[in-house]
């Protein structure tokens, strides 16, 4: 049995026969080595040596009794609900906030000709243009397993599957999609992936360089240990021993979000897929069920109107976008995360355009895969690749 799956369907075995937790924890592992001996003595001992049994609530591993008592059991209250719900549309509708800030600061300065609110507005435009904010720090780690991180995934009510085990002493490039208007669903995989590829160190993502300018917004990602995207930036952390996600459909799949079928822009991402081969890094195909659910589009969809155009010129997110009554709160849907198996790389300074060509159309073939055999029952939208 070669899928390691984590999820609340074993809590409620667990609730009733509490002493199953430590076996089914126990069995886990023995699926994630598969019980093959020819797997690498480093990946069997990063998984064997997992000193606690993942929780059915918040997906971490940590002390607790045989319920899990670390974290809230059963459903998530009201109040939390409305905690998740305030914070996550202030995540979510930062963009809304920082340009309305701007302008009624822009309009004050204007008409009461405040020289200390004229100093304010230069001093966002300056964060925003010319001062990127410090991304080359690790995770803080106190931060990602916060409260914060288990409350956002139980308001999705978050789900985890793991096809197979990886091998620490790898370097991963991990494709992620679909990006959706948010990409919630990458956001607060950043919480848990050091426990889903336990032994797999300094997993961080990379974001458009305007989003790690902005103001609150940009504190967040550093904090998760987000930098700046690019092929420069990603070969670095490559350099630095760090195993790199990538949203790949990136902007242009924003304004593809539909509630009639899942769309990805993947066939023409083929730099990711070359940097993977330069870095000599095995690329991991990841899916987000549930992602491009969490919001809709003002207008409509449509990935070749004037916002989106706009978008991919200035590197930055124009989109007008609503969730639930209407506001930047996203929608309660359900989040599930699949981990496919690797597609083994061989590392290469100048690959041949085949060699890239041959790999990404490996890569489209998992997805699709990957897309039809792990999709919940709720997800019956045709997947279409363009």
């Known amino acids: 049995m070669g899928e390691q799956e984590i999820w609340d369907e074993r809590s409620k075995t667990e609730q009733e026969d509490p002493a199953l937790l430590n076996s089914c924890a126990k069995h886990d592992d023995d699926d994630a080595t598969g019980g093959s001996s020819s797997s690498s003595e480093s990946r069997r001992q990063a998984i064997d040596n997992s000193e606690f049994p993942i929780c059915s609530n918040c997906q971490l591993r940590h002390p607790g009794d045989s319920k899990g008592s670390f974290c809230t059991e059963g459903k998530q209250g009201p109040l939390e609900t409305l905690f998740a719900m305030v914070t996550l549309g202030l995540v979510c509708g930062w963009c809304y906030l920082f340009v309305i800030t701007l302008v009624l600061l822009a309009l004050h300065a204007l008409v009461f000709k405040s020289v200390y609110t004229l100093a304010a507005v230069s001093l966002l435009l300056g964060n925003f243009l010319w001062w990127p904010v410090n991304n080359t720090c690790y995770p803080y780690e106190a931060f990602c397993n916060s409260w914060l991180f288990a409350v956002w ?213 998992r997805v699709e895969e990957l897309y039809y055999k792990h999709r919940p029952d709720w997800e019956t939208r045709t997947l279409v690749i363009t």
């Open 153 to 365: 995934r139980r308001y999705f009510r978050w789900q985890c599957v793991l096809e197979e085990p990886l091998d620490p002493d790898k370097r991963y490039m991990f494709a992620e999609m679909p990006h959706g208007v948010m990409p919630l669903g990458q956001l607060l995989s950043c919480s848990i992936v050091r426990h889903v590829f336990p032994g797999v160190k300094n997993i961080s993502g990379v974001a458009a360089d305007a989003v790690l300018r902005t103001p609150g917004i940009r504190l967040l990602y550093s904090w998760m240990g987000i930098r700046k995207a690019g092929r420069k930036s990603i070969l670095d952390m490559f350099e630095e021993d760090i195993n790199v996600a990538v949203v790949v459909g990136g902007i242009a799949e924003m304004f593809m979000v539909s509630n009639h079928t899942e769309k990805l822009y993947l066939k023409k991402r083929k730099n990711f897929t070359k940097i993977s081969i330069e870095a000599g890094a095995d690329i991991v195909p990841v899916y987000f069920f549930g992602n491009s659910l969490l919001h809709g589009l003002v207008g409509g969809e449509g990935a070749d109107n004037c916002l989106c155009r706009l978008s991919r010129k200035f590197k930055t997110a124009l989109v007008l976008f609503y969730g639930r009554f209407g506001t930047p709160v996203p929608r309660r849907k359900e989040l599930k995360m699949v981990a496919g198996r690797p597609i083994a790389v061989v590392q290469s300074n100048n690959p041949s355009d085949e060699y890239v060509d041959d790999l990404h159309a490996e890569l489209l073939r």
